[in-house]
């Protein structure tokens, strides 16, 4: 079946500082893959998406590269804000009606 | 902001106890969901629906009963609540199935079982 990793949290970065959080993938055929960002006390938003080997999602100054030789999915941003603390979630669509979540990272950022 | 609203928002109950939750839109979409959050578990689906009166089980289905009687509205119950269904209860939709169609989350039931 579909499975989804992600690296074990908590992070806690300095803001301003490089974030990357490992994502990768189990699956059949060729998935999407997305991040969501859920910020506290909310449901989950849709950060970015890609739907096809080498692509790149984008939004908000993050980026996710579908890397299908290495099947990840990894997150970055070059320049965090504290704003950004949340729990983030990867996960893979096969084409069907549902989503396979990780378990999610929880990001703090320190000012 | 898709338009999902959750109720109630918080709730706090006994073990054996009816519990129903329920997810409402203004979206007119047709794909709704269930899920559970729990510590190290990320989501998990419990059921899902496809159309009115079109459900299907999730990965965690047991102990979980849904009904879809409108388009606008997903009731999820648990019959006799146990502690092991303390959870926070997320309810998404989407307009298709399929790659291209992100699912857009509602804010979320923070239930409680003593």
């Known amino acids: 079946g579909n499975s989804v990793t992600q690296m074990e949290g908590p992070v806690t970065l300095s803001e301003e500082a490089f974030l990357t959080i490992n994502c990768t993938y189990t699956?059949?055929?060729?998935?999407?893959l997305f991040w969501y960002v859920q910020y506290p006390g909310e449901g989950l938003q849709l950060l970015l998406k890609?739907?096809?080997?080498?692509d790149k999602g984008s939004n908000k100054g993050f980026e996710a590269t579908y890397r299908k030789e290495t099947t990840s999915f990894h997150l970055e941003k070059g320049s965090v804000q504290v704003s950004d603390s949340a729990v983030y979630f990867c996960?893979?669509?096969?084409?069907?009606?549902?989503?396979?979540f990780g378990t999610g990272t929880r990001l703090t950022i320190i000012p | 902001d898709a338009g999902i609203t959750q109720s109630p928002r918080h709730k706090v109950t006994e073990t054996g106890t009816p519990v129903t939750l329920r997810c409402h839109q203004t979206e007119n979409h047709r794909y709704m969901y269930w899920y559970r959050q729990d510590p190290g578990h990320g989501l998990r689906l419990i059921h899902y629906s496809y159309g009115v009166k079109d459900t299907d089980k999730g990965e965690v289905s047991d102990g979980y009963s849904v009904s879809r009687s409108k388009t606008e509205d997903f009731l999820l119950t648990l019959e006799s609540a146990t502690s092991s269904q303390t959870s926070v209860y997320f309810c998404?939709?989407?307009?298709?199935?399929?790659?291209?169609?992100?699912?857009?989350f509602g804010d979320g039931t923070r239930l409680s079982i003593l």
């Open positions: 996960a893979l669509s096969d084409g069907g009606e549902k989503l396979t």
């Open positions: 699956a059949t055929g060729y998935p999407s």
């Open positions: 998404a939709i989407s307009e298709f199935a399929g790659d291209n169609q992100p699912q857009h």
């Open positions: 890609a739907t096809k080997a080498d």
